[in-house]
Nanobody, 123 residues
Framework: QVQLVESGGGLVQPGDSLRLSCAASGRTLSSDAMGWFRQAPGKERVFVSTISRSGGTPYYADSVQGRFTMSRDNAGNMVYLLMNSLKPEDTAVYYC????????????????WGQGTQVTVSS
């Protein structure tokens, strides 16, 4: 069993940056691909980014490509999402998830979810 806890969300202005963290406990994360997903008010949860078990090149949704950077620290059982140039449309609850081997891009493939952290981008 894996427990995931996100942190780092908050209220920021357009153009600002935030770094989200996801801390895992229960067992090592090194056997799972990791993903970040987000859910805006009244909308479905959608894929944001993913990284393989070994921490290879991350893959991003088109909407965040070039602005967000995902990384992981297997030794520390942590996953991060650095979000730059934030826009109002990035406002959502951000979820960390674990599952799969090479990538985690769909909700159905996730075995574990965190509780989410709110990111609000507003002037």
């Amino acid at each position: 069993q894996v427990q995931l806890v996100e942190s780092g969300g908050g209220l920021v202005q357009p153009g600002d940056s935030l770094r989200l963290s996801c801390a895992a406990s229960g067992r090592t994360l090194s056997s799972d691909a990791m993903g970040w997903f987000r859910q805006a008010p009244g909308k479905e949860r959608v894929f944001v980014s993913t990284i393989s078990r070994s921490g290879g090149t991350p893959y991003y949704a088109d909407s965040v490509q070039g602005r967000f950077t995902m990384s992981r620290d297997n030794a520390g059982n942590m996953v991060y999402l650095l979000m730059n140039s934030l826009k109002p449309e990035d406002t959502a609850v951000y979820y960390c998830a674990a599952g799969g081997y090479v990538s985690l891009t769909t909700l159905a493939a996730a075995h574990y979810w965190g509780q989410g952290t709110q990111v609000t981008v507003s002037s």
